[in-house]
């Protein structure tokens, strides 16, 4: 057994949100129990011990948008003029990035972004993939990455007619293969969707193949949605219809499908997205520095759509993600009081469902029976914290890097900033290197 206490104990559990000088009790992967220091240590004399040191003790945060890949863009320059709108960054950046990935820039972009996750308490992520000139295998590699960061993981391989006919069949088997292998392997750690790019890549032909192979291994699809106009526009002008609607009509939404963006939805849609009990990610951060516009996710959460909280690669942090998602409302709506209590439901109730829900243990809580995905935060409150203002704490007062264990699944991964089963040094020099070449292929 593993005790982690000492600390302000935030649960994210309403009937007990906060437990002073509490103690989390940690057994074969799950949370056993949650109390006082005093009496776990008391009645578990022989537990290994985590010292919080009087900081916070609080659940590991859930990414429910992410491309592992996108950090082996980072410094990378483009040798023309600056992209002007957001198809332009597709297509000359991601589009471009991507195909020029192996399956060991694939593997080694995944670990170096999943240290990032561990170093900034981010204990589980939705990631959604693309390397068209590496499809076979690479959903494989980022599990193989996954596992040694110990970073619980949710993979997909993004499905699109972009590169033709033998890449798009190559994907739709990735998937298919990937799934059945989490199926088989019962990993708690790692689990699948079926990918899809974007409505505006993807031919009715594609879309209803790739609803039966989803259906025939009950798998849910993670795709963008509206992120751009363009894709609206293609799909009014091509389908005589808006993007959701297409998506609805071809079997692709609900309640295990992930949405990304959601953007330029209107009432019509919102009203499929929650009749289909489909799950919308939020990626305020990315949609402001694509100018795509933002996502009416106060609405949509206001009408009963479940919306949670995803970076898209953006960043690993989701304090500084919470962050952003609460100023992005009241900077959008002009009302200082929008997004107060929205921003944090995505991220501590939205995506702790849609995490628990696919793998099927509570995630993102800290009470009996749920994952044992569990951060301290160097955090010593200097006005009182109560279980009432926990939300503005952590919004004003903790990032990323006030990050100082991490433990998954009762794994310790991180202790006091020092990842205890990675050399660190040896993958960002091993990276590195790789980066070098992909961007003399790209
Ligand atoms: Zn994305």
């Known amino acids: 057994m593993l005790l982690v206490g000492n600390g302000n104990l935030i ?7 906060l437990i002073e000088d509490g103690c989390v009790a940690i057994e074969d992967g799950l949370i056993a129990e949650v109390g006082a220091t005093a009496d776990l240590q008391r009645r578990h004399p022989a537990a290994q011990f985590v010292n919080a040191r009087g900081r916070v003790i609080m659940p590991g945060l859930v990414n429910t948008h992410m491309h592992l890949y996108s950090t082996f863009a980072r410094g990378m320059a483009l040798k023309d003029e600056a992209p002007e709108n957001f198809l332009e960054i597709l297509k000359r950046l991601w589009w471009r990035l991507d195909k020029a990935l192996t399956l060991e820039d694939v ?4 670990m170096v972004a999943m240290i990032d996750c561990v170093k900034n308490g ?3 992520i939705f990631d959604h993939h693309s390397s068209p000139g590496a499809v076979t295998g690479s959903l ?16 997909c391989y993004e499905v699109t007619d972009r590169e033709g006919a033998e ?6 088997e990735e998937n298919r293969e990937f799934l059945a292998h989490c199926k088989q392997s019962e990993d708690p750690l790692v689990r699948g969707l079926f990918g899809l790019h974007a409505s505006f890549t993807l031919s009715d032909q594609t879309l209803a193949r790739c609803a039966r192979v989803a259906a025939e291994l009950d798998a849910g699809f993670h795709v963008h949605v509206a992120e751009g106009e363009a894709d609206v526009a293609q799909c009014e002008r091509e389908h005589g219809k808006r993007v959701v609607e297409r998506l609805h009509d071809l079997g692709i939404l609900g309640s295990k499908t992930i949405a990304a963006h959601c953007v330029h939805v209107n009432s019509v849609e919102i009203d499929l997205l929650r009749g289909s009990k489909t799950n919308v990610i939020h990626n305020p ?25 995803g970076t898209d690669g953006y960043t690993t942090d989701m304090f500084e993600s919470l962050k952003v998602a609460n100023m992005l409302q009241k900077h959008q709506t002009g009302r200082s009081d929008a997004g107060w209590t929205e921003a944090p439901a ?15 243990s509570p995630v993102g809580k800290l009470i009996p029976g749920a994952l044992a995905d569990v951060i301290v935060v160097d955090y010593d409150p200097p006005t009182p914290l109560r279980g009432a203002n926990i939300a503005s704490h952590i919004l004003f007062g903790v990032s990323g890097r006030s990050v100082i264990t991490t433990i998954i699944g009762g794994r310790i991964v991180m202790e006091d900033r020092k990842l205890l089963e990675i050399d660190e040094q040896e993958v960002m020099a091993k990276a590195r290197v790789s980066v070098e070449k992909l961007w003399q292929r790209f």
């Open 11 to 17: 649960t994210q559990d309403s009937r007990l949100p």
């Open 107 to 110: 593997y080694l972009s995944a």
């Open 122 to 124: 981010t204990t589980t």
């Open 140 to 155: 494989l590699r980022i599990a193989e990455a996954a596992r040694q960061a110990g970073v619980r993981s949710c993979l």
């Open 167 to 172: 890449i798009a069949d190559q994907s739709i």
């Open 285 to 309: 951060e990315s949609n402001m520095a694509n100018a795509v516009g933002s996502a009416p996710v106060l609405e949509m959460m206001r009408r009963g759509v479940r919306v949670g909280l």
């Open 346 to 360: 995505m991220l501590f109730s939205g995506n702790a469902a849609i995490a628990s829900e696919c793998f099927g």
